[in-house]
């Protein structure tokens, strides 16, 4: 229990320091652009090429993982986009934002960082398949979903290229794209350029967790939503729980692999639903007041289920979990 302690303490403790950061250094939201420029375009990306331009190409072309994450996903956002129908009266815009609330969580900010020092440099595959393929879809289903309420900007070419756009040219898809390459190629970095990737990977996820906390603290609730009655159990305990039955169901599969999946299915609701409900003038402020409980809620719910990887309630032998930066 310790060791999961000691683990939770540091990765939420930023978060923290963030979040009390900006409630002591009240600054405007837009003073974080550049810290999230270089955290979206340049260190989590340079975290991506690091880890998989070793990996086997093997463990790169997994496709009944990526499938079941994926598929599992998709599911528990239509379920949860069908409760919130039910809830909102047929409203397909707000209940396209809960749905994105129950099922996307924060796989881009949190994910990286806190599986690689759970589970080691061993869920880094993992991590980098199940944010590419599940972004893929976040994009294509959120402005579809809006185009059918009727939100939608543009005509449907114009819908068509934005989704594209926003595929093929996001900068952690980029990287996944040059780290696999180079995996592919067996090619190794020159030794200067090296170690600036690492450098630059190395301050991911403790930039990335403090922004969120300033995030988190700048965006203050003032309305807090119906929905989280079901979204919160939704995202936090039926999302990872159904990765697990899911991927047990398959066989077959690395226990490194299935138990990154999982927590990266138990982590919060991305702020990314925040800026899409904001892009779309729909659910705002309760989309940030789901992001932000969730988040709360989560401190509780990953130490629980670190705490059942540890001890091997879940996998049956178990797995070790690594120490801090491991």
Request: aromatic residues 10%.
């Amino acid at each position: 229990m310790l060791e999961i302690v000691s683990l939770i303490i540091p990765f939420f403790g930023l978060i923290a320091i963030g979040f009390a950061t900006a409630r002591i250094k009240p600054q405007p939201i837009e003073a974080l652009a550049w810290l999230n420029i270089f955290i979206v375009y340049i260190a989590l990306p340079a975290l991506f090429i690091k880890l998989l331009a070793t990996t086997p190409v093997e463990d790169l072309t997994n496709w009944s993982f990526v499938l079941t994450t994926v598929g599992v996903t998709f599911g528990i956002l239509a379920f949860t986009f069908a409760i919130a129908l039910v809830a909102t009266g047929g409203n397909i815009a707000e209940a396209t934002v809960q749905g994105l609330a129950g099922g996307y969580g924060n796989i881009g900010y949190m994910g990286p960082g806190l599986a690689i020092l759970a589970f080691g440099e061993q869920a880094a595959v993992p991590v980098a398949l199940i944010f590419c393929f599940e972004n893929m879809m976040h994009f294509a289903l959120a402005p579809a979903m809006m185009a059918m309420s009727g939100a939608r900007r543009g005509g449907i070419g114009q819908l068509v290229l934005d989704v594209i756009a926003k595929i093929a040219l996001h900068p952690f898809i980029l990287a996944t794209a040059v780290g696999v390459g180079l995996a592919f190629a067996d090619a190794a970095l020159p030794d200067p350029v090296q170690r600036l990737i690492d450098y630059l990977a190395q301050a991911a996820a403790p930039c990335a967790l403090f922004a969120m906390g300033v995030t988190l603290a700048l965006r203050p609730v003032k309305r807090v939503p119906l929905g989280l009655v079901y979204i919160v159990p939704i995202k936090l305990v039926l999302h990872p729980a159904a990765m697990f039955v899911a991927l047990s169901m398959v066989g077959g599969v690395d226990p490194a692999w299935m138990l990154t999946a999982v927590l990266l299915a138990s982590l919060p609701t991305a702020t990314n639903v925040f800026v899409i409900a904001q892009q779309y003038g729909v659910w705002i402020e309760r989309a940030s007041a789901t992001v932000l409980a969730t988040t709360v809620l989560s401190v509780a719910t990953v130490s629980v289920l670190l705490y059942a990887l540890k001890a091997g309630y879940l996998s049956g032998g178990g797995i070790a979990v690594a120490p801090l930066g491991g």
